[in-house]
């Protein structure tokens, strides 16, 4: 069975401040997917990044960085210089590789930025 | 806009109701989704849609009644629910539910409140 675990259920930093959210998984698959998700107030979740597990290089894109490590089956999410607009719900999610496009979650970290 | 419309946003009703939620996608995908969000869990994945037919009921219990006409357009229907069953009803959208490793586009949600 998959799971993801996301230990961090509410974070608050400083405008400004770089923050890290953490994301563990677990699955039995050799292959599979890693997501991010951001769920603003407005309800929606809006997809930030796919990494396939056979790709572990760090990605970057703009202030947003993803280091996926598979030795320890984490996949974690820095934002640097956090800015108001980052105020979110941050999701983690795992998927198979073949046969369905289904998204194993994780809870969620709640990310307040203060001014 | 994520291409992925929900109507209604909000809804009110009493536990012997009968409603129905909306989901359109405007992508061009072939397989839909319906999740529910309650306050400190997981996203539950309820009903996945292939190419119009079901292939996912994640032991939902039958006060919920999806449909799926076509591949754009998803339904959610409701009758005689429980205060429990009061969350944020998500619905998704991916290319092909069958291949594996596409993100789903999600909808801003129905938030449902059972009195």
Redesign the interface.
């Known amino acids: 069975a998959q799971k993801v675990t996301q230990a961090q259920t509410e974070i608050s930093v400083v405008e400004k401040e770089d923050v890290t959210l953490d994301c563990v998984y677990e699955t039995r698959d050799t292959t599979y997917y890693l997501f991010w998700y951001k769920q603003p107030p407005s309800g929606e979740l809006v997809f930030l990044i796919r990494r396939n597990s056979f790709d572990e290089q760090n990605e970057i894109s703009g202030r947003y960085s993803w280091n996926f490590q598979k030795s320890t089956s984490s996949f974690n999410f820095t934002i640097t210089a956090s800015q108001v607009v980052d105020s979110a719900v941050y999701f983690c999610a795992l998927s198979e590789a073949f046969g369905n496009e289904k998204l194993t979650f994780g809870t969620g970290t709640r990310l307040t930025i203060i001014p | 806009e994520?291409g992925?419309t929900q109507t209604p946003r909000h809804l009110v009703m009493g536990m012997t109701n009968k409603k129905s939620l909306k989901c359109e996608q405007h992508l061009g995908h072939n397989?839909m989704?319906w999740y529910k969000q309650s306050a400190?869990?997981?996203?539950e994945?309820m009903f996945?849609y292939?190419f119009k037919e079901q292939?996912?009921n994640n032991s939902v219990p039958s006060r919920f009644s999806p449909e799926c006409p076509n591949s754009s357009h998803l339904f959610l229907h409701l009758h005689t629910l429980q205060p429990e069953d009061s969350a944020?009803y998500?619905c998704?959208s991916?290319p092909?539910?069958?291949?594996?490793?596409?993100?789903?586009?999600?909808?801003?949600?129905t938030?449902l409140t059972v009195l």
């Open positions: 994520t992925v397989a989704y400190k869990k997981p996203l994945l996945v292939n292939t996912e944020l998500l998704a991916s092909n539910g069958a291949s594996g490793g596409n993100e789903q586009f999600f909808g801003p949600g938030r």
